[in-house]
């Protein structure tokens, strides 16, 4: 095949989540179930945070973001998974694996700034009450959306553009259910080197939020064991804990993924990836709302809406 023509005719085989027959069935009835889960639930999250005027706060807005940008993670990876499994297909373009690469990456990346958008707010909540509406303007919030979706696809754009100009002339199987970022490079005849030191670099950019989390979070439980326990912090350390909950599986599975020589992985590593690219989206709506009284209230009141018009 020469060069030039590789972009036009070049097809990838995703192997699938771990490559029995048997088991890609379960997974494509897993799958079935979860990505009409994540779109409803996500939508739902939207809808109630934009139709009820209380929960028009920073929180709630950036919470809705994040349901945003779930339901757009999932559709990266999902429905072509369930297609595929329909058609009795493997296959997957070049052009759509890199698109794969590319939205996986931005969007993962913009899902972990977020989550520190929302731990900082937590923070301004609980340990600067007084200042929080000047701290948290409308401004602010939106600066801080902006900026999670500028470094969401900046960090994107190195690692795919590279792996682009990657060449593929052996083994096509990816082994995955999606093309990901390990798992391709493996497959490359070029030298990947350098491709690899902008893969770690991502993957640091990825893990700064987990900093500001965590120093978030350091803040919130300082001023809740030194300050005798209001009514009011006690509430807003209530959503904490479900935010902990998210970061902590989502950064876990992550982090244990691409923090590692390449060598180390195989197909066997893939259903890990199952966790943070198909559950957690899933998962993220109920962390949110099942504990939360205002949140509910509100998918109430959504609900009867409906019902009655
Ligand atoms: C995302 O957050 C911004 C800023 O707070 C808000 O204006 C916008 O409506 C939010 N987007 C969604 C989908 O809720």
Request: charge should be positive; include cysteine.
């Amino acid at each position: 095949m020469r060069e030039n023509n590789q972009s036009s005719t070049l097809e990838f085989i995703l192997l699938g989540v771990t490559g029995q027959q048997e088991q890609e069935d379960f997974f494509f009835i897993l799958f079935l179930f979860i990505y009409p889960i994540t779109l409803i639930g996500n939508l739902f999250i939207i809808l109630a945070i934009h139709s009820d005027i209380h929960l028009h706060i920073p929180m709630y807005f950036f919470l809705a973001n994040l349901s945003f940008v779930d339901i757009l993670f999932s559709s990266v990876t999902i429905p072509k998974m369930l297609a595929n499994h329909l058609l009795h297909s493997k296959a997957i373009s070049f052009g759509g694996c890199l698109a794969q690469l590319y939205f996986m990456i931005a969007l993962g990346n913009t899902d972990s700034y977020i989550l520190a958008a929302m731990a900082y707010d937590r923070a301004v909540a609980i340990s600067r009450p007084l200042h929080y509406t000047t701290i948290m303007s409308p401004r602010t919030c939106v600066l801080l959306v902006v900026v999670s979706w500028v470094v969401g696809n900046v960090n994107a754009f190195p690692h795919t553009l590279l792996t682009s100009s990657l060449s593929f002339c052996g083994n096509k199987e990816v082994a995955n259910f999606y093309c990901d970022t390990i798992p391709l490079l493996k497959l490359a005849c070029s030298d990947i080197r350098f491709n690899v030191k902008v893969m770690y670099l991502g993957a640091g950019v990825f893990s700064v939020p987990l900093l500001f989390i965590i120093i978030s979070y350091i803040q919130v439980f300082s001023t809740v064991l030194r300050v005798p326990s209001t009514k009011g912090v006690l509430k807003a350390f209530s959503t904490c804990g479900s935010h902990l909950t998210v970061v902590t599986l989502y950064y876990g599975t992550v982090m244990g993924m691409y923090f590692r020589p390449l060598s180390s992985y195989s197909l066997k590593d893939a259903v890990v990836t199952v966790m943070y690219m198909t559950v957690i989206p899933m998962l993220n709506p109920f962390i949110y709302s099942l504990r939360n009284q205002d949140m509910k209230a509100a998918l109430g009141k959504l609900f009867r809406k409906r019902l009655s018009s």
